[in-house]
């Protein structure tokens, strides 16, 4: 059984700890252009970015996401 990242849980994170994205940016060095298109589920995190983010969100790389199990019917 294979997962695959689902929503990102992001916008949601910084708001239950009462942290803007500007707040993560400066944390992180993390481009703002970035951490928005994570926040609005425009891209998916690098793993290095997930432990970045995860590590200044104080949380598990696993809270990042939604995960989806992939049955493996949309490969090409």
Known sequence: MTYRPGRCLLRHLLIQ??????WLVEETGIDKYRISDYANNRGVMSLPTA?????????PIDDLYEWLIDDGSARE
């Open 17 to 22: 700890r009462k942290k803007t994205q500007q």
């Open 51 to 59: 432990k970045t983010i995860a590590s200044a969100l104080d949380c």
